[in-house]
């Protein structure tokens, strides 16, 4: 039997005035009783989403500026740009490539000969693939890059909420900043190295450089391309890598490594010849080991980033590393560090260099073997060269680029097979 329509209205009346109106909503003010419902906090008298309202961004207290959206507890751009803005009083972030590793010519941070372009990557958020384009200390998290360092929302890793009466303090909730960290706007920094707030909790370096408190100018790093995977070496052989990687200055050096698909046999062959050159200059080391997506955030803590031969990666994955890479490996050089990338013969893909290639620091065309072919060091004074002979024998799985970037170290008659190149900021 059908309920007469006049009936049917009146029930669905008595319904609406039963429901509370945050129900209906669905994205109000969820006040249960005198709480708020999961996923909100007491604001005044409303319940809002902290993670994503630009009213209520993190805290009750910060309001993102007009044009800015809330994401994940963070101010940003809408446009997805480079912005921290945790601190709603800070100044602007410039943008990644201003004053250091820009779109071309060499005042504005080519590298050698070579333009240091952006590769048709953004400089943040979320790039086409659904993966972030980072920078230095930052981790890509479900709505874009977030400080696992110092963000409440997402504290030492992605979605590790802190407590209302917590901060997140050195990538860990806790009641109060840690010895050396300054509670700013919520938050607790180091001032003492943080870029973004240097010195003051207001005070940003334009070269992304913070140095015991005071805003250093951009030094310029090294990009180092060999053509040997290290499955197979000499002493000689050995020093070019080894080489590269005490361009850097620490003591000890801090190696970041991305292992990824290289095989056994060349991460030991690498850490071999890094080890025999320490021994024979007196320095020292560490190793970390990183994925593709913690490398922005490690990178910050590292000297050196070291990409061994990967013989067993598809093209596509070299490219998506290259590309979400592409922002902190520019911050990362323009402040100084080292990147050493080796390449070798591979089956599965076109070769390693597609990293950089990828990140927009270095172009070829392809590589060619050179396997058991007597190699010349071209550039003996280049610091790459230090110790070497002026020939050594190519061991198996060794390669020239086809490419006419950077100073040539290794030379085969037909190309370069180790290349060097100064970054300038």
Not at 45 to 56: E, I, K, N
Not at 210 to 226: K, Y
Not at 395 to 412: D, M, N, P, Q, W
Request: hydrophobic share 35%.
């Amino acid at each position: 039997m059908s309920i007469p329509r006049q009936w049917r209205l009146r029930a669905l009346t008595f319904f609406l005035a039963a429901v509370p109106l945050w129900a209906l909503a669905g994205c109000g003010s969820p006040i249960v009783g005198q709480s708020c419902a999961d996923g909100f906090t007491r604001c005044g008298d409303r319940c809002v989403d902290l993670s994503a309202d630009p009213g209520h961004c993190g805290t009750c207290s910060l309001s993102c500026s007009a044009g800015d959206v809330c994401a994940s507890g963070d101010c940003a751009p809408a446009d997805g740009g480079v912005f921290d803005a945790g601190d709603a009083g800070d100044a602007e972030m410039p943008d990644a490539g201003d004053g250091g590793l820009g779109d071309g010519g060499t005042p504005d941070g080519s590298m050698g000969d070579g333009s240091m372009g952006d590769g048709g990557l953004p400089d943040g958020g979320l790039p086409d693939g659904g993966s972030c384009v980072c920078d230095l200390g930052e981790l890509c998290c479900d709505l874009g890059c977030v400080r696992p360092q110092s963000d409440p929302n997402d504290c030492g890793g992605c979605g590790i909420r802190c407590g209302a009466a917590e901060v997140c303090s050195a990538g860990a909730c806790a009641a109060v900043c840690d010895p050396g960290f300054t509670f700013c706007s919520g938050r607790c920094f180091d001032l003492a190295n943080d870029p973004n707030h240097c010195g003051t909790c207001t005070h940003s370096c334009p070269s992304g450089i913070c140095i015991e408190g005071a805003c250093e100018a951009a030094t310029g790093g090294h990009l180092v391309v060999i053509g040997h995977d290290y499955r197979n070496s000499r002493r000689d052989m050995n020093r070019i890598v080894g080489n590269a990687v005490f361009l850097a200055r620490g003591a000890p050096v801090r190696v970041l490594v991305y292992e990824g698909s290289s095989r056994s046999t060349s991460l030991t062959g690498v850490d071999r010849a890094i080890d025999q050159t320490a021994v024979a200059t007196g320095r020292t080391w560490t190793r970390t080991v990183t994925d593709i997506g913690k490398a922005p955030l490690l990178l910050a803590d590292a000297d050196v980033f070291v990409l061994p031969s990967q013989q067993d990666a598809a093209d596509a994955v070299l490219a998506e590393a290259g590309g979400e890479w592409s922002l902190a490996l520019r911050s990362f050089l323009r402040g100084g560090g080292v990147v050493v990338l080796m390449d070798g013969g591979s089956t599965i893909n076109a070769g390693t260099w597609q990293i950089l290639d990828a990140a927009g620091l270095f172009s070829a065309t392809g590589i060619v073997d050179v396997s058991l072919d007597n190699l010349t060091v071209i550039q003996r004074t280049d610091a790459v060269a230090l110790g070497m002979p002026a020939m050594y024998r190519a061991e198996r799985s060794s390669v020239r680029f086809l490419t006419t970037e950077g100073t040539v170290v290794v030379a085969h008659p037909q190309g370069p097979v180790v290349i060097h190149r100064l970054v300038i900021p």
